[in-house]
Each structure stands twice: as structure tokens, then as C-alpha cells.
């Protein structure tokens, strides 16, 4: 695409606008533009970093050239298949990424108070005359100068791009390594049948075993590969769900405005327990860093004012823009929780995971306050009514103080059962229950079959006898490791290519202290109820800056 002189203007005329980075291009991009397209476009700049992090199963990345005609038409056909895979509206989401690289993207960098270190967002600005030019945001130390350059050329080259468009099929993650060699046999395999979207949407069908149209309708996704609810290799996708309920938990937290005076607390400890012990370790950073900016973000003396003083207060408010697992989550869609019928599953699958992943991770002295924890978060942020009034019930009922994980771990395993036989008889009542994923007294025999003592000879559900010990070694193994397990492989083979992993898999039970961590992790990891301690410290002497502990904790 050539670089017109009214471009240059115009691009240098709008130079302050891309000082503030990604908004503003995406505001520009948006305002011109109806629909966006479904296909992820990268760059040589994230390319490897948005694959390796990619919960899907399998990508595909095209590699076309900007000013190649025949790419042009080809798209709609590209676009026609992104669509039912790509997108939050997306009919099969959730398992096959469709991207695309512009081999010969010319980027110009824009001068200005810009610092320049990396590029961060490449995207498409109207130069007028139905010219679109690309146009990339920098970070960093140095200032900017105006440059226009090939940036995928070097990526194209190591898939050995020789013509457009040229189409791969493979793992998100093997296409993180940034190569494809035409004469080795590796998992990154040339499309040839690509031509229109029936031939390629033909191709993935056959790849992954399924029978998709064209025109499936959103959630009535009967087509949808098998999936097998007892399958365990199952739970190590829940990982990205369980992000995803947590995000949006907070998200739902933020806009109805949920955290005052008396649901401060029940908060604070709820992110105590994240920081140390939720699975996944973006979220434990985010939950680190919404603990420790927590006093400024929602002042105790601020939200203890009258509503009519704090909603004066509110309009500049930037605490609802807190992502606590990352700017990439939520996501909007669900992986291992989605639904085959809409409305069902989802969040409250999520938040089932990461409360049974909690209860797996806490050591025996921490077991008590993160039962209390778990339920004070349910009673003050689950917005279930239902939910909570039933689970309150059940909690109710304890006599003991739960004093071991395993008494944890049981008992939310056990109050889980009670909701699953209750709402399996009003969904058969009512017919809302989801056909693919029937309420059942967990686990089933498939998944662990050395959890039933026995069950009566009409095979009873009702009256299983469970070997308790058994159940244990079961949710541990399966909360616990397994769902980690994906992250373990990225972590493999990020560490053989020389790169960082991006998830710690360190398992972050109480007996493991998180490698590299700074004083106040290790101090938390031996109770994660010494944060508080910690916290109020900090809170109070402000001495800890938080990207000191960031430093420190997760580099
Ligand atoms: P879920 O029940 O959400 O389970 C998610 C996953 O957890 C399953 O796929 C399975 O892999 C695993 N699992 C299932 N059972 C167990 C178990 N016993 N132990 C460990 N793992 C298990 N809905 C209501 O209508 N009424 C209620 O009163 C109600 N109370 C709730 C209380 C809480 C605390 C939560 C988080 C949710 C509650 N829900 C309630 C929602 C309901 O339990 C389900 O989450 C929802 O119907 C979606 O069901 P699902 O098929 O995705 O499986």
C-alpha cells in the first residue's frame, strides 16, 4: 500500500491522538467502519505472544499481501468462516482461532511525544479517498521519527510465505515458535483446499472431526464437537473459564457498584485468597494489584459518605475499568463452561471451578478462613438471589470449623451435589436443563471410579456410598494439577524456545512457596490470611511500591 503525500499530512495532523495509544485508533478504525472484521489480524509485534497465550485448540493463519488482488477477494470467504468461530458472537466459539497476517504491512511510525520502543497497536486510519493507511502506536524511552516500514517481512519469511494468500493449519502454540519449515514434518500443516469458504470450512471439519455449515445458527450448536463431560482432560481447559469467571465476577462487582462500607472487608479477603492461591497467575497478579491500590481505589472514609456524596464523586471514576486477570480477559465466551443451549452454564460453571480450585489449594491452617472467605464473597457479590439464600442454608448447617483443606474440599464437593440433585429435578420439571450437560451426582464412575464404595444393584444414583478418601485424591488431582496441566505445556515448551512462561505452574498450594517471590508473597504463602497483615502494613506506611512487589513477584 503506497504512502501518499496527504497520508503523511494527515497522519502527522493526528499525531496527538495516537499519544493516547489504542482507544483512539480503535475510535478512528470503529467510526469508519461498520463491522469489524471477525479474523484476528496480527503483527510481527504479536504474533507470537497472542498464540502462545491462546486457550483455543487450533488456529488458522493466513498469510496475505495488503496490495494482492486476488487476497482482496478472497476475503469475504475468509471472513465468511472467521465469523462462526471468531468473535463473542460467534456460533462455534471457543475452538478455532482464525488470523491473518499482511506480509506486506507498511507501518508508519508517527512522530511526536511518543516514546518509541516497541510497537504496541498496528491498525487501519482513513486517509480520505477511501485510502486506509496503517498506522502504529509506540511505547517506550526513545521519541518517535517518521518511518514507513515492512514490518511482517521477517515473520512471513519464516513460514516460508512464497505467495498469497497462503493458509496454515496447527496448534496456537506451535505457531508461537514463529517458523514453519516446508521439508520438516511438524504440526503446522499448508491448507490446500481453501478457495472459497465451503472448501476451507470442509477442511476444518475434517480436521477436527465435526460437521459445521455455514449457515449454523448461533447456539444451536448440536454439530459441535463431542464433548465429554467425564472426559478429565476436559478440566485442564477450565483454566481459561475460570479466568473468565473471575473477571467477570469483578466486572459485575464494578458496574452495580457493589463494593461499600460492609462488603469492603469480605472483598479484601476474597482477593487475599486469589492472590495466593487462584490458579491462574494473571489473575493472582491482578488481585495483588487491586489489593494493594485497594485503599486508594475505594477509600473506607469515601464509601462510608452518603450515596448522594459518593455518586458526586463517582463520575470520574476509574475503578471500574480494573481487569483483574489482564486487558485480554474477559474474554466473552467460555471454553470448557460453554453451553449448548443459550443461557446455560457459563458464569456460575466458572465460578463453581475456581471455588473448588481454591478449596484443593489451601493448606490445612488456611482451610477455615477460606471457607469463610468463599461464603462471605458468595452472600455479598454472587447477585443469585436463589444461590445464595440455598447455599446460606447449607452453610448454616456446619457445627465445626472446617480445619483441613480435605474438610474444605469435601464439603463444597458435597454442597455442590446438593445443588446439582436439587436443580436436577427442577430442570426436568421445568425442562431448562441443558441436554448435553444433565445435572449428576459428581463425579461420574467414568471420571473416578475407585470414588464409589458402591451404589445398589438398580444402580441407584441416589444411594451411592462414596469413598471419601478416594473423592479427595480425586478433586486435588483433578483442581488441583490437572487444571494446570495446559499451562505446564505451554510453560515446556516456552522454556525450551528460551521464553517466559506465561502462566506460573507452580502449583500455588500453601506448601509451595511461588519461585522468585518478594517477602510479601513468601509471607502470604504460608497463610494467605497474613496478607492482611501485610496489607494493613502497606496500607498504612505506603513504603511497599507496587512495582517494586510486581517486580519482584511475577518477572
Ligand atoms: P455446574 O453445577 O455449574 O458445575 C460446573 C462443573 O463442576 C461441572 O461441569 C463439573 O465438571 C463440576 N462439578 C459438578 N458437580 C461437582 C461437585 N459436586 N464437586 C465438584 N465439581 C463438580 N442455581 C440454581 O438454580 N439454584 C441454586 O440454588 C444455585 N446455587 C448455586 C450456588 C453456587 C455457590 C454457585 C456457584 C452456583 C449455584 N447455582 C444455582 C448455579 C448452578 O449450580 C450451576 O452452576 C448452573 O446450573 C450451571 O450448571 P453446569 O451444568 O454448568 O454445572
Known amino acids: 500500500m503506497p504512502t501518499t503525500g496527504s497520508g503523511f499530512l494527515l497522519v502527522l495532523s493526528l499525531s496527538f491522538l495516537l499519544c493516547s495509544g489504542l482507544d483512539a485508533l480503535r475510535a478512528l478504525g470503529d467510526r469508519s467502519r461498520d463491522v469489524a472484521d471477525a479474523a484476528v489480524e496480527l503483527n510481527a509485534s504479536n504474533f507470537r505472544s497472542f498464540l502462545k497465550e491462546s486457550p483455543l485448540k487450533f488456529a488458522v493463519v493466513e498469510f496475505f499481501a495488503g496490495w ?136 476444518l471439519n475434517k480436521k477436527i472431526g465435526s460437521s459445521f455449515t455455514l449457515g449454523d445458527e448461533k447456539y444451536e450448536n448440536e454439530n459441535t464437537l463431542a464433548r465429554n463431560a467425564s472426559d478429565p482432560a476436559e478440566i485442564a481447559r477450565a483454566i481459561y473459564d475460570v479466568e473468565e469467571a473471575t473477571a467477570q465476577a469483578f466486572k459485575i462487582i464494578f458496574q452495580n457498584k457493589m463494593i461499600k462500607s460492609n462488603t469492603r472487608g469480605p472483598l479484601i479477603k476474597f482477593l487475599q485468597l486469589l492472590v495466593v492461591h487462584h490458579p491462574s497467575k494473571r489473575c493472582r497478579k491482578g488481585s495483588a494489584e487491586m489489593l494493594v491500590n485497594f485503599n486508594n481505589l475505594w477509600p473506607s472514609d469515601l464509601l462510608s459518605m452518603s450515596s448522594q456524596e459518593t455518586n458526586l464523586l463517582e463520575d470520574g471514576d476509574t475503578s471500574t475499568n480494573y481487569q483483574i486477570c489482564g486487558k485480554e480477559i474477559p474474554r466473552g465466551y467460555w471454553i ?147 487444571i494446570a496441566s495446559l499451562q505446564e505445556e505451554s510453560y515446556l515448551s516456552s522454556s525450551k524456545a528460551g521464553l517466559s512462561p506465561t502462566y506460573d505452574i507452580t502449583p500455588s498450594n500453601a506448601v509451595v512457596v511461588p519461585v522468585g517471590a518478594a517477602l510479601a508473597i513468601a509471607v502470604v504463602s504460608c497463610a494467605f490470611g497474613a496478607l492482611a497483615c501485610f496489607w494493613r502494613t502497606q496500607q498504612k506506611t505506603r513504603k511497599y511500591s507496587l512495582t517494586t512487589l510486581q517486580r519482584k513477584t511475577w518477572n
Not at 512471513?156 to 517458523?179: D, E, I, N, Q, T
Not at 471457607?371 to 444461590?387: E, H, K, L, S, W
Open 68 to 203: 494482492c488482488p486476488a487476497c482482496r477477494n478472497y476475503k469475504p470467504q475468509y471472513e465468511k468462516v472467521a465469523s462462526l468461530f471468531n468473535g463473542p458472537d460467534a456460533v462455534h466459539s471457543g475452538i478455532i482461532l482464525l488470523a491473518r497476517v499482511d506480509c506486506a504491512l507498511e507501518l508508519i511510525l508517527v512522530p511526536g511525544v511518543c516514546a518509541i520502543d516497541d510497537v504496541e497497536v498496528v491498525d487501519e486510519m482513513n486517509i480520505g479517498d477511501g485510502e486506509w493507511q496503517r498506522v502504529g502506536v509506540l511505547t517506550g524511552d526513545s521519541h518517535g521519527v517518521l518511518l514507513v516500514a515492512q514490518t511482517n517481512t521477517e515473520l512471513c519469511g519464516s513460514f516460508s510465505v512464497s505467495h498469497y494468500p497462503m493458509l496454515f493449519w496447527g496448534p496456537p502454540k506451535k505457531f508461537s515458535a514463529g517458523r514453519w519449515d516446508p521439508k520438516k514434518n511438524n504440526e503446522i500443516q499448508l491448507i490446500d483446499e481453501w478457495r472459497t469458504a465451503d472448501l476451507l470450512l470442509n477442511y
Open 336 to 482: 470448557f463452561c460453554r453451553g449448548s443451549i443459550k443461557g446455560t452454564r457459563g458464569f456460575s460453571c466458572g465460578l463453581w471451578v475456581l471455588f473448588h480450585s481454591l478449596s484443593v489449594r489451601v493448606g490445612d491452617e488456611e482451610s477455615n478462613l477460606a471457607f469463610m472467605a468463599i461464603c462471605d464473597f458468595i452472600q455479598n457479590f454472587f447477585t443469585c438471589d436463589d444461590c445464595r439464600r440455598h447455599f446460606h442454608v447449607m452453610t448454616s448447617s456446619i457445627s465445626e470449623p472446617l480445619n483441613k483443606t480435605r474438610d474444605l474440599a469435601l464439603w463444597l464437593w458435597s454442597a455442590h451435589n446438593k445443588v446439582n440433585k436439587r436443580l436436577r429435578e427442577k430442570e426436568n420439571e421445568l425442562k431448562t436443563f441443558d441436554p448435553r450437560f444433565p445435572k449428576i451426582l459428581w463425579p461420574p464412575k467414568q471420571l473416578c471410579p475407585s470414588c464409589y464404595k458402591s451404589s445398589n444393584e438398580n444402580n441407584d444414583l441416589e444411594n451411592i456410598i462414596w469413598d471419601e478418601d478416594e473423592v479427595f485424591k480425586f478433586l486435588v488431582n483433578y483442581y488441583g494439577r490437572t
